[in-house]
């Protein structure tokens, strides 16, 4: 009887003994991939999984590398997919690539570990031949040079006099803002900042009739008859001079976050494809005027839109046959279907800014975002192929009875004047108070055509459309 007393005292000590002994920690590890190849700068995520004892919060997960210039290896959550049912749970590491070579990533859980081996390879583009082109202001936007810069591998033939390339192999295609002074591609260090100057524009695409079209910054891979893009969102590089010999080297990271190196050496000729000043006489032969009210919620002036057109202009054509001068009119409050007599002046740009937009004025031409598209506002010259964004001028008005005489002298940002007059009556029409809403709805009053200088245009001649918004005039139904 004792016997078997002391036998049913044993087991729970035995058992408590046992339960008490068993110790928080991992038993088993396993993972997702024991090998990762990755290009310079690119990131991948091992998934580990945990089986462990005991209580789960007490098993301790840490990762180390074997070499931490090579690749960074960070936990992103310690723990996730808890399963206290199965005893496991699941750890994550992003690894990242920081230069070429192997490195070991090591997963710790208590008293196990895991290995990982990583594989970095680095991508350099050894470049040296040169087709750089000056478009000068060709931005709306900026008021910087855009230089065009492309540097090709030595596979390619390039006929700087024609501006023409055939072969294979890959080239970086830059678009660098420079100081609108700027002729030649000056020594420094080149980056991707927003604004400024002495930076490249990163590289994106824009929709044309279904296709799908680089601009800014990019790198070209031409292979059996196959041409591939890969944007270039960010990065550096540095020019240095010796003599003629232009010696660049950077880093530039690709929309796949790859880190591509590049050097080139060897002369830049830049050609100059700036815009000239030039005096244009346009013969309009007919008008309309549009009333807007107080289009800039300013209580200080109302506005009127001017349209002169040549003959063959239809506002409400898809094309654009001939000329048109746009002018934004500021009157007293009290004028709403005519402009009065007097003699009106472009604001300057403070003055615009500002919001100074008072009677007997003309806005500038200037770009407003609408629902992410750039929009003409103020005062424009276009034709078929080129326009023109007013920064300063005069209109005289003489108004006798609604039948108008004009003399108008307009310049253009680069010096270019647009200057005649205009004899006649104008097909009149309110567009208060709506007229904002009018205007912007009506962007697509005038073809693609209208709004490119023809230097803007020759970009395309060798390596395809360079990105430059089409600035479409507002016009009204």
């Known amino acids: 009887m004792n016997a078997i007393l002391k036998s049913i005292v044993f087991i729970p000590v035995f058992l408590f003994l046992f339960l008490s002994c068993k110790t928080d920690d991992a038993t088993k590890l396993s993972i997702n991939k024991q090998d990762i190849?990755?290009?310079?700068?690119?990131?991948?995520?091992?998934?580990?999984?945990?089986?462990?004892?005991?209580?789960?919060?007490?098993?301790?997960?840490?990762?180390?590398?074997?070499?931490?210039?090579?690749?960074?290896?960070?936990?992103?959550?310690?723990?996730?997919?808890?399963?206290?049912?199965?005893?496991?749970?699941?750890?994550?590491?992003?690894?990242?690539?920081?230069?070429?070579?192997?490195a070991r990533i090591v997963i710790h859980a208590g008293s196990k570990e895991i290995t990982c081996t990583t594989t970095f390879t680095q991508t350099f583009l050894k470049l040296n031949q040169s087709l750089v082109s000056n478009y000068g202001l060709a931005i709306e936007t900026s008021d910087n040079n855009v230089f065009i810069m492309n540097f090709l591998s030595e596979t390619f033939k390039l006929n700087q006099t024609a501006e023409s390339v055939t072969g294979y192999g890959q080239f970086i295609h830059f678009e660098t803002l420079l100081p609108a002074s700027t002729t030649s591609l000056p020594a420094g260090t080149y980056k991707n900042n927003a604004g400024g100057v002495n930076i490249f524009l990163p590289g994106d695409y824009y929709e044309e009739n279904g296709n799908y079209i680089p601009y800014g910054t990019y790198i070209v891979t031409i292979e059996n008859n196959q041409v591939d893009y890969t944007l270039v969102k960010s990065g550096q590089y540095t020019v240095s001079i010796n003599g003629s010999t232009y010696n660049i080297e950077g880093d530039l990271t690709t929309e796949t976050t790859e880190i591509i190196h590049f050097t080139?050496?060897?002369?830049?000729?830049?050609?100059?494809?700036?815009?000239?000043?030039?005096?244009?006489?346009?013969?309009?032969?007919?008008?309309?005027?549009?009333?807007?009210?107080?289009?800039?919620?300013?209580?200080?002036?109302?506005?009127?839109?001017?349209?002169?057109?040549?003959?063959?202009?239809?506002?409400?054509?898809?094309?654009?046959?001939?000329?048109?001068?746009?002018?934004?009119?500021?009157?007293?409050?009290?004028?709403?279907?005519?402009?009065?007599?007097?003699?009106?002046?472009?604001l300057t740009k403070s003055q615009f800014e500002d919001f100074v937009v008072k009677p007997f004025t003309i806005v500038p031409g200037n770009l407003f975002l609408f629902k992410d598209n750039l929009i003409a506002n103020g005062s424009w010259y276009y034709n078929a192929t080129s326009r023109k964004r007013f920064i300063s001028g005069t209109v005289d008005v003489t108004n006798d009875s609604k039948n108008y005489s004009l003399k108008?002298?307009?310049?253009?940002?680069?010096?270019?004047?647009?200057?005649?007059?205009?004899?006649?009556?104008?097909?009149?029409k309110s567009m208060a108070p709506s007229a904002r809403e009018m205007a912007k709805s009506t962007v697509d009053k005038v073809s693609n055509s209208a709004g490119f200088s023809s230097s803007a245009r020759q970009r395309t001649t060798v390596f395809g459309p360079i990105h430059e918004k089409m600035i479409r005039f507002t016009g009204a139904n």
């Open 37 to 102: 190849n990755l290009k310079v700068g690119q990131s991948d995520t091992i998934r580990v999984t945990v089986s462990y004892t005991g209580e789960q919060i007490k098993v301790p997960v840490t990762v180390t590398a074997s070499d931490n210039s090579i690749v960074t290896a960070t936990i992103l959550t310690s723990k996730n997919d808890i399963h206290p049912d199965l005893l496991s749970f699941n750890v994550s590491v992003v690894v990242k690539a920081l230069s070429s070579g192997s």
């Open 264 to 346: 080139y050496s060897g002369p830049i000729s830049v050609i100059d494809k700036t815009e000239k000043p030039e005096v244009v006489n346009p013969q309009f032969t007919k008008g309309e005027l549009f009333f807007a009210g107080d289009y800039y919620n300013m209580s200080l002036s109302n506005t009127f839109i001017l349209y002169l057109e040549t003959a063959n202009v239809d506002l409400n054509s898809s094309t654009l046959d001939g000329e048109v001068l746009v002018v934004q009119f500021d009157t007293y409050d009290f004028y709403t279907n005519s402009i009065p007599s007097g003699i009106y002046k472009v």
């Open 408 to 428: 108008y002298s307009f310049y253009d940002r680069i010096g270019s004047l647009v200057t005649g007059t205009y004899n006649g009556t104008f097909n009149f």
